[in-house]
């Protein structure tokens, strides 16, 4: 069986394919490479096949989305882990390394994610993921170098490898076995948030997820959905109260439910001082959209909230303006 399987998920993404699949093919053992295409119309295909014959396309009949995409497409790889990389990013000289000598070294660990660093500025780190991400106890993402915002230059202040609550889906290493076990992301989620309920549906099983500063990659950022764009809006709303609903233990299901839409709510107040209105819409119906997904999300609790224990228990947005709190080593 392949080691580690690399794949990339694509979606009219020919322009950062051209641009980025070189470093990803010079840093990466012959063979292990795979593109899953969640039927482009850019002539994705075609670029690959004419220039890119070593790599293996697994093409899908539809746009199903980050999660249902490489859910499918992973479906149809056999290796032993997968590194799930963004088709904008960049990979350095043995970044794969140090990520198979973790899960070899530490059967606990399921999921690894190194420090992936602003491509266009390679001194900060990346929104994305930066160096592994956290989950506050209403459900705010945040990271080691990235709060809101707030994002960190890298002046080697996160050089420990440490546990984290989540990996991004820039660049997500994990255990195919677990990622099988567990059915991998939530493909209802589309995009947006599947990594981290994932990550919270791996702790509730017992594993970990670390992060390491040993390998290192850059990230574009933003290449599929613009964070302006009114669906990323509405998917990033409705996918984290989809992620608490499953996730949640119950005594704290309601309080915690409640306490985000009011401040879904408040939060709709920069949009409407921006004048971005159709971002106002979004969280509407987002609201909305969680609502007709709740008879599925009550099927998709399965009793385990040890993830529960591992989130930052108190309020990052409280930490980060009233209190003024814009490092993570400030936290």
């Given at each position: 069986m392949l080691k580690t399987a690399v794949v990339i998920l694509n979606y009219n993404g020919k322009a950062f394919l051209e641009q980025f699949l070189p470093s990803v093919c010079?840093?990466?053992?012959?063979?292990?490479?795979?593109i899953i295409d969640n039927h482009s119309t850019d002539n994705s295909i075609n670029f690959l096949e004419c220039n890119y014959p070593q790599i293996e396309i697994i093409r899908l009949p539809a746009n199903f989305g980050f999660a249902g995409g490489y859910n499918q497409g992973l479906a149809q790889i056999e290796a032993e882990n997968f590194a799930l990389i963004n088709s904008d990013v960049e990979l350095t000289t043995n970044w794969l390394i140090p990520l198979e000598q973790i899960l070899d070294s530490n059967p606990n660990v399921a999921a690894v994610q190194p420090k992936i660093l602003d491509f266009n500025n390679k001194s900060k780190f990346e929104y994305a993921g930066a160096a592994g991400g956290f989950l506050d106890v209403l459900g705010y993402p945040f990271c080691r170098g990235r709060i809101f915002d707030e994002v960190e230059t890298d002046q080697k202040?996160?050089?420990q490898t440490n546990p984290i609550f989540w990996a991004t889906g820039a660049c997500f290493f994990v255990r195919s076995k677990v990622f099988n076990d567990l059915r991998g992301f939530d493909a209802r989620f589309f995009a947006h948030m599947e990594e981290i309920d994932l990550c919270w549906r791996i702790q509730n099983k017992g594993f970990e997820i670390l992060y390491t500063p040993e390998s290192t990659v850059y990230h574009v950022g933003g290449g599929t959905l613009h964070k302006s764009n009114p669906f990323k809006t509405y998917l990033n709303f409705r996918n984290n109260l989809a992620m608490l609903f499953k996730n949640l233990p119950f005594v704290w299901l309601v309080p915690i439910l409640f306490t985000r839409m009011i401040l879904d709510g408040i939060s709709s107040l920069k949009f409407l001082k921006a004048g971005e209105y159709a971002n106002i819409w979004a969280i509407i119906k987002a609201h909305f959209g969680f609502y007709k997904m709740i008879p599925y999300l009550i099927q998709k609790r399965n009793g385990s909230f040890l993830g529960f224990k591992k989130l930052?228990?108190?309020?990052i947005v409280w930490d980060?303006?009233?209190?003024?709190?814009?490092?993570?080593?400030?936290?």
């Open positions: 010079s840093n990466c053992p012959s063979g292990s490479v795979f202040q996160y050089e930052h228990k108190t309020s980060y303006f009233v209190k003024g709190k814009k490092t993570f080593n400030q936290l």
